[in-house]
């Protein structure tokens, strides 16, 4: 079954829209493409539900950040997620950190 990414992305962009007004965050335009993208590499590198957990993760550190305005909240939603692909792609499977990234905290 191939999905229409068109209409895929339409869905998203109508839940995120529902939910940035439930959660009253009204100025939040979500990277749909960049989380997705964390989500599916960390499910698959480490496990099912880590994506879940990895998307959640890179939201808060990004919330947490100190930002001014859009791009800056932008700026934090890409740097959370490039350390979290970055840890992804040096998986070292039994959960142990390896060096050059433990600095890289938000």
């Known amino acids: 079954m191939t999905v229409n990414i068109d209409a895929e992305e339409h869905e998203l962009s109508e839940w995120s829209r529902k939910l940035t007004q439930a959660l009253q965050i009204l100025d939040l335009e979500v990277d749909h493409e960049r989380i997705v993208e964390v989500a599916e590499h960390s499910s698959k ?3 099912p539900n880590a994506g879940a957990i990895s998307a959640f993760l890179v939201g808060y550190a990004a919330g947490s950040s100190p930002t001014r305005g859009r791009r800056g909240s932008d700026a934090a939603v890409q740097k959370a ?5 970055e840890i992804v792609a040096q998986n070292p499977g039994d959960g142990q950190e390896k060096s050059g990234w ?4 938000q």
């Open 81 to 85: 997620s490039s350390t979290v692909l």
């Open 102 to 105: 433990t600095g890289s905290a």
């Open 45 to 47: 590198s480490i496990s």
